[in-house]
Nanobody
Framework: VQLQASGGGLVQAGGSLRLSCAASGRTFSNYHMGWFRQAPGTEREFVVA????????KYADSVKGRFTISRDNTKNTVDLQMNSLKPDDTAIYYC????????????????????WGQGTQVTVSS
């Protein structure tokens, strides 16, 4: 699966951004999808994941109520709507895919994902 993330940018605290990840190369609906982020000097951090059907989601506590993930299996895309952004949300955001043929649980662990996009920078100014 090839993943291409887009939509990052510079926004003031309290603002919103919408990230999008376009997938190609394999059957998109066979994959759980996740968003992770990494700030300078830190490890890659789980943000949110969505099941292959879109019926299940898991959010990091730090983004619950502010971020919303969605996917469109007809367009092979997964989006992340980010509202009420804070300076602590500043990071490079990566989308990732995990083959889900025998997997039900949504993983928060980066190494359990099979494919990664190139990342998109999100900067939130105070």
């Amino acid at each position: 699966v090839q993943l291409q993330a887009s939509g990052g940018g510079l926004v003031q605290a309290g603002g919103s951004l919408r990230l999008s990840c376009a997938a190609s190369g394999r059957t998109f609906s066979n994959y759980h999808m996740g968003w992770f982020r990494q700030a300078p000097g830190t490890e890659r951090e789980f943000v949110v994941a969505i099941s292959r059907s879109g019926g299940g989601t898991k959010y990091a506590d730090s983004v619950k109520g502010r971020f919303t993930i969605s996917r469109d299996n007809t367009k092979n895309t997964v989006d992340l709507q980010m509202n009420s952004l804070k300076p602590d949300d500043t990071a490079i955001y990566y989308c990732a895919a995990r083959f889900a043929a025998r997997v039900v649980v949504l993983s928060t662990i980066p190494k359990e994902y099979d494919y990664w996009g190139q990342g998109t920078q999100v900067t939130v100014s105070s």
